[in-house]
Nanobody
Framework: QVQLVESGGGLVQPGGSLRLSCAAS????????MGWYRQAPGQQRELVAI???????NYADYVEGRFTISTDGAKKTMFLQMNSLKPEDTAVYYC?????????WGQGTQVTVSS
């Protein structure tokens, strides 16, 4: 059974940083394409960053240069380092893995950027 559990969200002031984690059980990240998405109230879920099975990364324009996606050496935890946070980054952040048409989601972690 695949399970993804996010953690690390919280309240931070504009310009601050947070590091989100996504712990996996039932899979090894390196065999999946993986990514972080977010959903703000009243808006559709949107892509934040992806990390492919080939080790390539790609970022949405609105986080490029501020956010970094990575995994640990054992490929059981995925991270999203978020720097220079802005109020518009406020959302529930979800981790996702997918392969061959199968997609799995975590439960989400709330990130609130506010003074």
């Amino acid at each position: 059974q695949v399970q993804l559990v996010e953690s690390g969200g919280g309240l931070v002031q504009p310009g601050g940083s947070l590091r989100l984690s996504c712990a996996a059980s039932g899979i090894i990240f390196s065999t999946y394409d993986m990514g972080w998405y977010r959903q703000a109230p009243g808006q559709q879920r949107e892509l934040v960053a992806i990390f492919t099975r080939l080790g390539r990364t790609n970022y949405a324009d609105y986080v490029e240069g501020r956010f970094t996606i990575s995994t640990d050496g054992a490929k059981k935890t995925m991270f999203l380092q978020m720097n220079s946070l802005k109020p518009e980054d406020t959302a529930v952040y979800y981790c996702n893995v997918n392969r061959n048409g199968r997609s799995y989601w975590g439960q989400g972690t709330q990130v609130t950027v506010s003074s």
